[in-house]
């Protein structure tokens, strides 16, 4: 008998990780913690780390399947295709992994485990929409650059502080437009 639930363990894990990531995609897991002040006077705002792992766990698993799909799929050449185009997804779903937003001196900087990171300088902002429904604030560069700070990222209200410090004299007098209490 306890074998049977056992044999069940991994599907309900599975399962458990894929409602914390959709939570926390959501922002509804970790979305009230406090942006991390950094050394040398940058502020560092961090994706949820539940999230981030969720999601790595189920990019995994699926990784699995596809592999598992495969090898069967010799045989049968639609088993074949599919194993590859979930193990091409799981591979794009890894280079999607929210990256971390740090502020510096010098302007923002987005920091990615597996791609090129971004930067915009303070002097180089053309554009700041900040969605006040969806949650996101997405700052955009002269040269078309976006840096996002989605729901799963740390401390809106202060990204949206810093910016103002950093901007303020480009920006509009009543910016955010919004309450940024805490």
Same mark, same amino acid.
């Given at each position: 008998?306890?074998?049977?639930t056992?044999h069940?363990?991994?599907? #309900?894990?599975?399962? =458990?990780?894929?409602?914390?990531? @959709? %939570?926390?995609?959501?922002?509804? /897991?970790?979305?009230?913690? $406090?942006?991390?002040?950094?050394?040398?006077?940058?502020v560092?705002?961090?994706?949820?780390?539940?999230?981030?792992?969720?999601?790595?766990?189920?990019a995994?698993?699926?990784a699995?399947?596809a592999?598992?799909?495969l090898?069967k799929g010799?045989?049968?050449?639609?088993?074949f295709a599919a194993?590859?185009? #979930?193990?091409?997804? =799981?591979?794009?779903?890894?280079? @999607? %992994?929210?990256?971390?937003?740090v /502020?510096?001196?010098?302007? $923002?900087?987005?920091v990615?485990w597996?791609?090129?990171?971004?930067?915009i300088?303070?002097?180089?902002i053309?554009?700041?929409?900040?969605?006040?429904?969806?949650?996101?604030?997405?700052?955009v560069?002269g040269?078309?650059?976006?840096?996002?700070h989605?729901?799963?990222?740390?401390d809106r209200?202060?990204? #949206?502080?810093?910016?103002?410090?950093?901007?303020?004299?480009? %920006?509009?007098?009543?910016?955010?437009?919004?309450?940024?209490?805490?």
């Amino acid at each position: 008998m306890i074998w049977k639930t056992l044999h069940w363990a991994p599907h #309900l894990v599975f399962w =458990v990780a894929l409602a914390v990531l @959709a %939570l926390s995609l959501s922002g509804r /897991v970790n979305n009230r913690r $406090l942006a991390k002040v950094l050394d040398g006077g940058g502020v560092e705002f961090a994706p949820s780390w539940i999230g981030v792992w969720a999601w790595i766990f189920v990019a995994l698993r699926l990784a699995l399947d596809a592999e598992k799909d495969l090898r069967k799929g010799m045989a049968h050449p639609w088993g074949f295709a599919a194993g590859a185009l #979930l193990e091409v997804a =799981v591979l794009g779903s890894l280079f @999607a %992994l929210p990256g971390t937003i740090v /502020v510096t001196r010098h302007g $923002l900087e987005k920091v990615y485990w597996l791609r090129r990171n971004t930067c915009i300088r303070w002097n180089e902002i053309v554009e700041i929409n900040t969605g006040e429904k969806s949650g996101t604030v997405t700052i955009v560069g002269g040269d078309g650059t976006r840096i996002i700070h989605s729901r799963e990222m740390a401390d809106r209200p202060r990204l #949206l502080l810093e910016l103002k410090r950093h901007c303020g004299e480009n %920006l509009p007098s009543d910016f955010p437009r919004e309450h940024l209490g805490r």
